[in-house]
């Protein structure tokens, strides 16, 4: 089975930018989760979404949004880009009820 | 504020050494501490998990040993490989059924030949 995908790989944009990041959980998982790993750091909680609904929101601006979609992938937008957004960022999925959970290869986002 | 503090930043050892890595957490409410192996350009993995119930657990050469009373629990890999070499991050997670994880700042582990 395929693990958790993420599209695009890399990504540069320009300060003020808007940019949408996406999704696909391992098959049967219908919880995801967005993390941002700024360099050097451990991931952050950005989001967490289970059937479609927010879960659980980490202290991010409202810049940031997410939603889910009823095939449980999932997009994250982020506006007015700012230099220290430049991260990379992170999708997990898990197993509801589940505390395992499965990161993907992330996209590594550079706000110039 | 920090709620997991992980140590050392770094740490080089020898091929077959016992790289040992630390984690404290400060809220009691935390039930599940997972261990994540991170190439750079990749993901974290998932490695091993302990829950509190428990004050060690081993698989394969990687064993977590936890302290409840002193809220800490940590990493030994033994007889580490060059292919060892990777960040490790230590999480915990909170006992409400939708609790993310808190991750540790990372330690650099090199192993060298």
Not at chain 2, 15 to 39: H, L, M, R, S, V
Not at chain 2, 88 to 93: N, P, Q
């Amino acid at each position: 089975d395929a693990g958790v995908t993420q599209s695009p790989t890399h990504l540069i944009k320009t300060r003020g930018q808007h940019v949408t990041l996406r999704c696909s959980p391992i098959s049967g998982h219908k919880s995801v989760s967005w993390y941002q790993q700024v360099l050097g750091q451990g991931p952050q909680f950005i989001f967490q979404y289970y059937e479609k609904e927010e879960r659980g929101r980490g202290n991010f601006p409202d810049r940031f949004s997410a939603r889910q979609f009823p095939n449980y992938s999932s997009e994250l937008n982020v506006n007015a880009l700012l230099l220290g957004d430049s991260a990379l960022y992170l999708c997990a999925s898990s197993l509801q009820g589940s505390s395992e959970q499965f990161f993907g290869p992330g996209t590594r986002l550079t706000v110039l | 504020q920090q709620q997991v503090k992980q140590s050392p930043q770094s740490l080089i050892v020898q091929k077959g050494g016992i790289p040992i890595i630390n984690c404290a957490y400060e809220n009691t409410a935390f039930d599940y501490f997972p261990w994540y192996q991170q190439f750079p350009g990749k993901g974290p993995a998932l490695l091993i998990a302990i829950r509190p119930d428990v004050s060690e657990k081993k698989e394969g050469r990687f064993t977590i040993s936890f302290n409840k009373s002193a809220k800490q629990f940590s990493l030994h890999i033994m007889d580490s490989q060059p292919g060892d070499s990777a960040t490790y991050f230590c999480a915990t997670r909170g006992n409400s059924g939708y609790s993310t994880l808190t991750f540790g700042k990372g330690t650099m582990l090199l192993v060298s030949p």
